[in-house]
């Protein structure tokens, strides 16, 4: 029986590939990774390590936020006429193109009419539901997703179709799905709310799976199936928390920042509610407070906050706005706003479905303080709670795969909870001495003990081993460690790193030790550091590094069987120490990607204060004295 390979990709930013061989992931990266830019979109260079793994493609299937056709964003390639997707496939030998194989069908304007691409253009949020449902171990369940805007979808049906007469775009902004791993097509849509950029007569409509009027996104649905489609002019629950981001003036898709300084901020009358408090059918923001720019970001409404007019001319004017506690109020109203309104989106769609297993994903699901914050209050409704780690668009790839997958062979695959999804590197002795000397840089063996030795003596050491993580959080292949312990870490560590001065670290500790040291509210572990959790009394003050403000920790459980290299290193370090934490953060620099290979990850001891590297696969230390950085 032939092997049946099927690819994956995000076109837009946090661009990636994916790759299934019979079903089983083969690997997963971000396109960031290889090009080190970050945030990068097009994921030419991923689609090009295809070739490191299979001469042929199966099935392509190309995710991002609008259907590629020509006029569009998506280039063509010259002479040939095709898109740059179909066209560089064809390049490599990956798929046929028209004047190697009879087809018929395949239009040069229109990619996903080749017979072996599936374009999911218009289908964002179903392919971060697809990921998420695979990964969530549930049978059935409600999956939510919500991110600052999807797919740009054009809207023909409703009240403001038939009021004026012209087709107006949207974006997805939160969407509803009931899983079922068992049912004949695994996800069904229930719900879609959809904003725009423009004023419109908002409309509430019935969207059908088939026939006259079904709308271009209902692709794959169960036989004459049925959701809501709510259709307004205003910010979605993520756009808030861009439009805020930008007002403190940040890149909106830098949203997490706004996370970290929340808790610097507290209560102000001042501050006029961002929600509509009108609107009970489904949690709206307030378009005088909040006005969307679909797809980017938003921006306050300042007639709104006419009252602190002055005050906010005079904010706009700081060069750190961060220090400003007008801007930090700002941002403790938007954590808690948005995170009430996801709630009420939780409740809302578990009504619905009437399915009490929870999944959620898209952009917000990457707030570990709000998922932290809803386990109390989902207890008190019964309901279990899944949170997808990759649920950035960087999980769009492998959505796009599954979904790819199901729709050529209709079986709906279960992927593995584990991260390290990047490719696999074999160095060998001579490819780390000849990386090494390239940067001026010493290798020498060490144990264990030696590497503990250094943090103690409050040095920042990296570690480099096997395969890197997929999505935005390092668990221990490509981290940078450090003493917890260090009442200055959290201010020493941040300047090395050159990020800004409030954002807090994480830390990972020994899965047997953590009831001892944070309160999980009922979970066993957190191995994907989804949750900003609570320490408890007594702990703040023996690792003061990675204690946020309020008293919270990002923190990652690990076992022996998810990563033993890393493990062992914990565990030599609770015996020297007596503390099972050890800090953790991710293996790069402000404003860079993590580190992907070897070259990067030395590249970047070059470039810093970072002076050691552990590789603990191999027992050695790489080391490089920095002195004039």
């Keep these: 029986m032939k092997d049946m390979w099927v690819a994956g990709v995000n076109r837009g930013h946090n661009a990636g590939i994916c790759l299934l061989k019979n079903g089983k992931l083969v690997f997963s990266c971000e396109e960031e990774r290889y090009s080190r830019q970050k945030y990068d979109g097009a994921p030419l260079g991923g689609i090009i390590k295809l070739q490191e793994y299979t001469n042929k493609l199966d099935k392509f299937g190309l995710g991002g936020t609008s259907q590629v056709r020509r006029g569009m964003e998506s280039p063509f390639v010259e002479y040939s006429g095709d898109n740059m997707y179909p066209?560089?496939?064809?390049?490599?030998?990956?798929?046929?193109?028209?004047?190697?194989?009879?087809?018929?069908?395949?239009d040069l304007k229109l990619p996903g009419s080749h017979p072996q691409i599936d374009d999911h253009g218009l289908e964002h949020h179903k392919c971060h539901a697809w990921l998420a449902f695979s990964k969530s171990g549930f049978d059935t369940a409600t999956v939510l997703v919500a991110d600052g805007a999807g797919s740009f979808l054009p809207?023909?049906?409703?009240?403001?179709?038939?009021?004026?007469?012209?087709?107006?775009?949207?974006?997805?902004?939160?969407?509803?799905?009931?899983?079922?791993?068992?049912?004949?097509?695994?996800?069904?849509?229930?719900?879609?709310?959809?904003?725009?950029?423009?004023c419109v007569a908002g409309s509430c409509f019935d969207a059908v799976s088939s026939g006259e009027g079904s709308p271009l996104f209902m692709k794959?649905?169960?036989?004459?199936?049925?959701?809501?489609?709510?259709?307004?002019d205003r910010a979605g629950i993520v756009k808030v928390y861009e439009a805020i981001t930008s007002f403190l003036g940040f890149p909106s898709i830098e949203a997490g920042k706004l996370?970290?300084?929340?808790?610097?901020?507290?209560?102000?009358?001042?501050?006029?509610?961002?929600?509509?408090?009108?609107?009970?059918?489904?949690?709206?923001?307030?378009?005088?407070?909040?006005?969307?720019?679909?797809?980017?970001?938003?921006?306050?409404?300042?007639?709104?906050?006419?009252?602190?007019?002055?005050?906010?001319?005079k904010f706009t004017k700081l060069e750190d706005r961060t220090k400003s506690e007008l801007g930090r109020d700002f941002a403790y109203h938007c954590q808690e706003e948005t995170q009430q309104m996801m709630l009420d989106a939780i409740l809302k769609a578990v009504e619905t479905t009437g399915d009490k297993n929870v999944v959620l994903t898209g952009g917000y699901a990457l707030n570990c303080v709000a998922n932290y914050w809803y386990l109390d209050k989902l207890k008190e409704h019964d309901i279990n709670l899944y949170v997808e780690p990759v649920s950035n668009d960087a999980g769009i790839a492998m959505g796009s795969a599954l979904y790819t997958h199901w729709i050529e062979t209709k079986e709906f695959i279960r992927l593995e909870p584990?991260?390290?999804?990047?490719?696999?590197y074999n160095y060998t002795n001579e490819d780390i001495e000849k990386t090494a000397i390239k940067y001026q840089a010493k290798v020498k063996d060490v144990s264990q003990t030696d590497v503990v030795n250094l943090i103690k003596d409050k040095n920042i050491v990296s570690i480099f081993q096997g395969r890197s993580e997929?999505?935005?959080?390092?668990?221990?292949?490509?981290?940078?460690?450090?003493?917890?312990?260090?009442?200055?870490?959290?201010?020493?560590?941040?300047?090395?790193?050159?990020?800004?001065?409030?954002?807090?670290?994480?830390?990972?500790i020994l899965k047997e030790h953590v009831h001892e040291w944070f309160d999980l509210k009922g979970m066993e572990d957190t191995p994907h550091m989804m949750y900003a959790v609570n320490c408890q009394p007594g702990v703040e003050e023996k690792i003061p590094s990675i204690i946020h403000v309020d008293g919270t920790c990002r923190i990652q459980t690990v076992t022996e069987e998810e990563n033993a290299n890393y493990y062992n290193l914990i565990q030599e370090w609770y015996k020297q120490t007596g503390c099972p934490v050890i800090f953790n953060t991710s293996f790069n620099l402000g404003g860079e990607p993590l580190v992907e290979t070897l070259d990067d990850a030395i590249r970047t001891l070059s470039s810093s204060d970072i002076e050691y590297c552990y590789l603990p696969e191999y027992g050695k230390l790489i080391y490089l004295e920095n002195t004039d950085v």
């Design 87 to 106: 066209a560089l496939l064809r390049k490599l030998g990956l798929l046929p193109g028209p004047t190697q194989a009879k087809m018929p069908d395949y």
């Design 155 to 198: 809207i023909r049906s409703g009240l403001t179709y038939e009021a004026e007469g012209h087709e107006v775009t949207g974006w997805e902004v939160e969407s509803v799905f009931l899983g079922d791993a068992k049912a004949d097509v695994p996800l069904k849509t229930v719900f879609k709310n959809i904003g725009t950029r423009e």
């Design 220 to 232: 794959n649905e169960p036989k004459d199936s049925r959701h809501v489609v709510l259709v307004h």
């Design 259 to 313: 996370m970290g300084l929340a808790p610097y901020g507290k209560h102000n009358d001042s501050i006029r509610s961002f929600r509509d408090s009108t609107n009970d059918f489904w949690p709206l923001s307030n378009r005088m407070t909040i006005i969307p720019t679909y797809p980017n970001s938003g921006q306050i409404g300042y007639t709104h906050f006419i009252h602190i007019l002055e005050e906010l001319k």
């Design 418 to 424: 584990t991260l390290y999804l990047g490719e696999k």
């Design 470 to 508: 997929n999505g935005p959080r390092a668990l221990g292949n490509r981290s940078i460690l450090y003493d917890p312990r260090d009442p200055d870490g959290k201010d020493h560590v941040n300047k090395v790193k050159r990020r800004e001065y409030f954002r807090p670290f994480a830390g990972t």
